[in-house]
């Protein structure tokens, strides 16, 4: 098992364009994540999702849409980049919402300039 | 809305040393989580703590859970070089949310 894959792991975008970061995981996980992280912060949410079809706003979903249309995949969206949206991004999956643990893929670095 | 903080936010220790972080949530959780994240790596989960009073070992790690079930801490016995990283709880009430962490440095 690969476990939780993103790419890409590093990317510059400069200030109003867009990308998608990709996430896919292959441990047949309900739950998926997305999460910034910030330097020598903790990680907020930005969208997360219980299932193919559904997905849901966390802490910091502005500027960000996301998509979820197998159980595999939850691509994130960044639309019209700006220097605020400079972070580490972790995708991660879990087999469920209660006492499962998270698995995080090894990040996107991308810098907004 | 739901809060998660920790302290310290930094440590530094000599090898050999003891180390503790504290993790205090506003609301009460029905579980936390610890993770832990090496210098530019992901986090990685290291145990769960679901009942009040919970204490859990991993050799070196002991983890607690107040019987309040608001806070937890984790304590690190003779610190070494390989416990480098940032340590992060997580507190489950309606959402799980991140501690803002502890980067703990040891020296050798």
């Known amino acids: 098992n690969a476990g939780v894959t993103q790419t890409p792991k590093f990317r510059i975008l400069k200030i109003g364009q867009s990308m998608t970061l990709q996430c896919t995981q292959d441990m047949n996980h309900n739950y998926m994540y997305w999460y910034r992280q910030d330097p020598g912060m903790g990680l907020k949410l930005i969208y997360y999702?219980?299932?193919?079809?559904?997905?849901d706003k966390g802490e910091v979903p502005n500027g960000y849409n996301v998509s979820r249309s197998t159980t595999e995949d939850f691509p994130l969206r960044l639309e019209l980049a700006a220097p605020s949206q400079t972070s580490v991004y972790f995708c991660a999956s879990s087999f469920d919402r209660g006492d499962s643990p998270l698995h995080f893929g090894n990040g996107t670095r991308l810098t907004v300039t | 809305g739901q809060q998660v903080m920790q302290i310290p936010q930094y440590q530094h220790v000599q090898e050999g040393e003891d180390f503790t972080t504290y993790c205090n949530s506003s609301?009460?959780?029905?579980?936390i989580q610890w993770y832990k994240q090496r210098p530019g790596g992901h986090p990685v989960f290291l145990i769960q703590l679901v009942k009040s009073g919970e204490v859990k070992k991993q050799k070196r790690l002991t983890f607690q859970f107040g019987e309040a079930k608001k806070n937890s801490s984790l304590h690190i016995t003779a610190t070494q070089t390989t416990d480098v990283g940032t340590y992060f709880c997580?507190?489950?009430?309606?959402?799980?949310?991140f501690g803002t962490g502890t980067r703990l440095q040891v020296f050798p």
């Open positions: 997580a507190g489950r009430s309606d959402k799980l949310i």
């Open positions: 609301t009460t959780l029905s579980n």
């Open positions: 999702s219980v299932g193919a079809g559904i997905t």
